[in-house]
């Protein structure tokens, strides 16, 4: 369908001052976030809402409603945890390992903030012909999160449940876990005033604040993990390269196998602990 003079005009317009405001706020790839932020503006008053906001320091994510993750359209509403590319590559992992489980793979992921990781690793089997056979459940124990991640999962199948960690898990659960995924938060408490004003401001403490050493909810979650998940089973959890032995012992004190596997490429460090055959 043609566009009339006028129309282009107005849109190129639209473009070029909403580069100029981006750049003038300090965006570093203006040009393509204005793309995003025209194409998820559905009116002209909105459109100048969205720049504003975006102006004022609020993730990209959270002003155009979505962020991608390992090809998917992940719904991330204000306030929620913006999935990190780096993130990625547990997912990847985690993949690989549910592979080799064989079909009807049961997998959980707690602290799931917007459930990109559980969608996305629904996805990854499938893609790579391991069918659609896995039970996947969902937990998060902050109530927004919670409302953006049952939009998340519900496409691929999942159930969304909120509570602290284990707590809102079916009990039939129990040493059925295949695959457990948990990017439990792992600033310590001391660095989250070092964080980039979009995470620090924009996304929720819990989400980000591991305690002292940024290891007190990776240590929850390893000390329940052997309770929950099956024979052979695996849970995986994001770390920093520094913080990675100190979550490898939290793992092993948990009665888990430790492995500690990096990506250079991505800057990622990820834990995974193998709970032995019985």
Do not use: K
């Given at each position: 369908?043609?566009?009339s ?66 090809g ?21 992992q ?18 799931c ?25 969902a937990?998060?124990?902050?109530p ?60 929720a ?45 939290t ?7 430790p ?20």
């Amino acid at each position: 369908m043609s566009v009339s003079f006028a129309a282009s005009a107005a849109l190129f317009s639209s473009r070029d001052t909403v580069i100029s405001s981006l750049r003038a706020a300090g965006c570093v790839f203006a040009e393509d976030e204005a793309d995003l932020i025209l194409s998820a503006a559905g009116s002209p008053d909105e459109l100048h809402a969205m720049v504003a906001r975006r102006a004022a320091g609020h993730p990209l994510e959270h002003v155009v409603g979505w962020a991608e993750f390992r090809g998917l359209r992940i719904s991330v509403d204000p306030g929620v945890f913006v999935p990190r590319r780096r993130t990625e590559f547990l997912v990847r992992q985690a993949v690989a390992l549910a592979l080799r489980r064989g079909p009807g793979v049961v997998a959980v992921d707690l602290c799931c903030g917007s459930g990109a990781l559980g969608a996305a690793l629904v996805a990854g089997v499938g893609e790579a012909g391991g069918g659609t056979g896995v039970e996947l459940y969902a937990a998060d124990i902050d109530p927004a999160a919670v409302r953006c991640a049952r939009r998340n999962v519900a496409a691929a199948g999942g159930r969304v449940l909120e509570g602290d960690l284990y707590a809102p898990l079916p009990a039939a659960l129990r040493g059925r876990v295949d695959v457990l995924l948990a990017n439990a938060p792992y600033v310590p408490t001391g660095a989250i005033g070092l964080l980039p004003a979009e995470a620090r401001v924009h996304e929720a403490l819990v989400a980000l604040d591991g305690g002292p050493d940024g290891l007190d909810v990776q240590r929850r979650v390893a000390a329940g993990a052997a309770r929950w998940l099956a024979p052979g089973g695996h849970l995986l959890m994001e770390t920093s390269e520094r913080q990675a032995a100190g979550t490898a012992r939290t793992f092993a004190g948990g009665g888990l196998v430790p492995e500690v596997v990096h990506c250079e490429d991505l800057g990622a460090t990820v834990v995974i602990g193998t709970l032995p055959q019985r």
